[in-house]
C-alpha cells in the first residue's frame, strides 16, 4: 500500500514538471495585413518555445487555398521551436484565415493562434512612358518602354502594344520592350494595356490604355 502511494505521488511530480508549449509569434513575408493576389505564395513563419524542448506536433487548417507541402487546406508535420510553412492563395478574392494547432504530445495542452490574409484583385497600370522626340537619322532604332506597368497585387503582366498611328512598322506586341525601325520622320503612335494573372489568363484583368507618341523629327527639327 506505501509502495503504490509513493508511485501515485512521484507521478504527480514529474507532470508538475512538465511545461505546455507556447506560440511566441506566427508572421508572413508580406507583412502586417497586407494583401496577395490570387495564386500568390506566401510564407508564414511559426515561432514557438517549449520549456522542455520537447518534439512539437503542429497542425496548420486554412478557410481557402492550400498549403504547398500538402497541395490541401491542412498541413500536419512535426518540428522543434520554428517552422516556415508556404500557404498559395486561392483564386477567390476574399478574406482567409489560417490557424495553428501545437502540442508536445505529453502535457496534454495544445497551443493555438492564426492570422488572416486579405486575397485580393486590382486592376494593373498600363504606363508606356513619356512621349519622346528623336532626331531622325538612318538606321534609327526607337525602343518602347512598358516596365514602369504596375499591379496592385503584384502579379506578373502581359503586355500588348497597337500602333494607330505613324508610317506602320514591325514590332513585338507582347514585349515590355519592343523595338521598331524609325523608317521616316513622322509621329508614331502607340497604345499600351497590361492584363494580369498570366497563369490563369480567362480570369486576367485588363487595364485601361496607355498612349505614347514618339516625335521623330527630320534635320530641321520638323516631324511629318
Not at 508580406?30 to 511559426?46: M, N, Q, Y
Not at 523595338?179 to 484583368?205: H, Q, R
Request: proline share 6%; hydrophobic share 40%; charged share 25%.
Amino acid at each position: 500500500m506505501l509502495l503504490s502511494c509513493f508511485v501515485w505521488i512521484t507521478g504527480c511530480s514529474l507532470l508538475d514538471r512538465q511545461g505546455e508549449p507556447q506560440i511566441l509569434e506566427v508572421r508572413t513575408d508580406r507583412g502586417s495585413d497586407a494583401p496577395v493576389g490570387r495564386g500568390h505564395k506566401v510564407e508564414v513563419t511559426l515561432v514557438t518555445d517549449d520549456p522542455d524542448n520537447d518534439e512539437l506536433d503542429f497542425r496548420w487548417t486554412a478557410t481557402g487555398g492550400q498549403f504547398e507541402k500538402s497541395r490541401r487546406d491542412t498541413l500536419m508535420d512535426l518540428f522543434q521551436d520554428s517552422v516556415k510553412v508556404v500557404w498559395i492563395a486561392p483564386e477567390a478574392v476574399g478574406d482567409y484565415e489560417l490557424f495553428v494547432e501545437v502540442s508536445d504530445g505529453k502535457s496534454g495542452e495544445i497551443a493555438t493562434s492564426g492570422i488572416r490574409i486579405a486575397v485580393t484583385q486590382g486592376p494593373p497600370l498600363a504606363n508606356a512612358g513619356p512621349n519622346r522626340l528623336l532626331a531622325y537619322m538612318d538606321a534609327l532604332r526607337v525602343v518602347l518602354d512598358a516596365t514602369e506597368s504596375s499591379d496592385p497585387d503584384g502579379d506578373a503582366l502581359r503586355y500588348k502594344w497597337e500602333q494607330i498611328g505613324g508610317p506602320q512598322v514591325v514590332f513585338s506586341e507582347g514585349s515590355a520592350s519592343p523595338e521598331f525601325p524609325a523608317i521616316a520622320p513622322a509621329d508614331y503612335v502607340f497604345l499600351l494595356w497590361v492584363s494580369d494573372d498570366v497563369a490563369t489568363p480567362t480570369g486576367a484583368v485588363t487595364s485601361e490604355p496607355d498612349t505614347v507618341v514618339i516625335r521623330v523629327s527630320d534635320r530641321e527639327g520638323r516631324g511629318s
